[in-house]
Nanobody, 126 residues
Framework: QVQLVESGGGLVQAGGSLRLSCAAS????????MGWFRQAPEKERENVAA????????YYADSVRGRFTISRDNAKNTLYLQMNNLKPEDTAIYYC???????????????????WGQGTQVTVSL
């Protein structure tokens, strides 16, 4: 059973930065395309960013492109999300997810993800 554990969330002022991490265990990390999702109160969960198995390909939601950077270290079995210039509308619970695949591209379809972390809260104040 694969376990994904997020960390790095917290309270930050608008314009600030946070770096989220997602540690994976119990599986072959480089066998999974990875993604970050978020869910704000009373809103549906939405895609934030995705990265291919090798890290060569990335993709971002329009709302975060240019501010967030997704990356991974397969040797450390860890996924990252660097978030800069944070805005109050970025406030949400952030989840990492794994799509176990033989494909080499990114996965954007939420229903294709097999395993999910428990989430980490990010709160951005004015």
């Amino acid at each position: 059973q694969v376990q994904l554990v997020e960390s790095g969330g917290g309270l930050v002022q608008a314009g600030g930065s946070l770096r989220l991490s997602c540690a994976a265990s119990g599986g072959t990390f480089d066998g999974a395309a990875m993604g970050w999702f978020r869910q704000a109160p009373e809103k549906e969960r939405e895609n934030v960013a995705a990265i291919s198995r090798s890290g060569e390909y990335t993709y971002y939601a329009d709302s975060v492109r240019g501010r967030f950077t997704i990356s991974r270290d397969n040797a450390k079995n860890t996924l990252y999300l660097q978030m800069n210039n944070l805005k109050p509308e970025d406030t949400a619970i952030y989840y990492c997810a794994a799509h176990w695949t033989q494909g080499m591209g990114i996965t954007w379809t939420e229903t294709k993800y097999n395993d999910w972390g428990q989430g980490t809260q990010v709160t951005v104040s004015l």
